[in-house]
């Protein structure tokens, strides 16, 4: 995720890091150069068509909205999956706490934040499709190697707390409270993975990519005349805007990703680590800041 201060007017216009520019920019010069042959054409040969600016006015009123839509769509996605990470953080404070507040036995309410620890970071590792994160093999051990990492940690949590059932060391009320807030934990998770496992549409991607070349494709048509070797520029600019808008719509559809405008699911995991650092008796580490205003 981009982090950046308020930045100046200067900053807006120029900055390249969390802008789309680079990815679409290939795609605009081609489209650009299409422009000023078009415009060449025109030039040298009599009667080259050309079409009325009022359909393309319409044309482009109705792609803006659907664009707009779709956009819509991708920004939910984003922000249900933050929400969702940041029920993550709220649950495995309250699950520290509550843990040693009604597990008796110390060493066992230790290893359940321990493993509670490592769900966290098995959860992000799995959301990204990282075969071996570091850092979640180093808190989860042999459970990284499970079928589903993140259920093999949650697992573990729940056999820790029958044991300490069993064993007298956590009465009912307690039980009764870790286990709700476990299914709580698993609520959520659940609901990462859904916005993981299903994309938009794709008949969406392939409407609006089809439609916006196509768009682009025939405005020289109707600029060559009113704005000869300027098509080029107006074309180029509106090319910007809405290859501009669609690739950001895939960026935020895909919130667990690792671009630049996905969310800094690492950042979070260290605020979990921090959080729950006290509890296990050890030094927090550092909060992670942003590199080159990147927050991974």
Not at 6 to 29: C, D, K, N, Q, T
Not at 234 to 251: K, R, S
């Amino acid at each position: 995720m981009i982090v950046r201060d308020r930045p100046h007017w200067r900053e807006l216009a120029f900055a390249v890091r969390g802008s789309i520019v680079p990815v679409i920019a290939p795609r605009i010069a081609m489209l650009m150069l299409f422009a000023a042959l078009m415009v060449w054409l025109d030039r040298r040969i009599a009667g080259f068509p050309q079409i009325d600016a009022i359909g393309f006015t319409v044309f482009g009123i109705a792609l803006s909205l659907f664009l707009g839509f779709r956009n819509n769509a991708a920004y939910d996605r984003w922000w249900e999956a933050r929400k969702l990470w940041g029920g993550l953080l709220a649950d495995l404070r309250s699950f520290a706490r509550e843990a040693q507040l009604f597990i008796a036995d110390e060493d066992r309410w230790c290893s359940i934040i321990r493993h509670s620890l490592a769900f966290i970071h098995l959860h992000r590792a799995n959301l990204r499709q990282i075969p071996d994160d570091p850092r979640a093999r180093e808190l989860g051990g042999a459970m990284a190697d499970a079928p589903h990492p993140p259920d093999a940690a949650l697992d573990r949590i729940a056999a820790e707390i029958r044991d300490a059932r069993a064993q007298g060391a956590l009465d009912g009320f307690g039980a009764k409270a870790l286990q709700e807030r476990l299914a709580s934990i698993t609520l959520q998770q659940a609901g990462c993975e859904r916005i993981a496992v299903t994309p938009l549409p794709y008949v969406y991607s392939l409407l609006i990519y089809r439609t916006t070349y196509l768009y682009c494709l025939l405005l020289p048509l109707a600029l060559v005349h009113p704005a000869g070797w300027l098509t080029p520029v107006f074309v180029g600019i509106v090319a910007y805007v809405f290859l501009g808008l669609a690739e950001v719509t895939e960026d935020l559809a895909q919130p667990f990703g690792t671009t630049p405008n996905a969310l800094p699911l690492d950042a979070i995991c260290r605020a979990v680590e921090i959080s729950l650092a006290p509890h296990l008796g050890i030094e927090p580490p550092a909060p992670m800041k942003a590199t080159d205003y990147y927050l991974s």
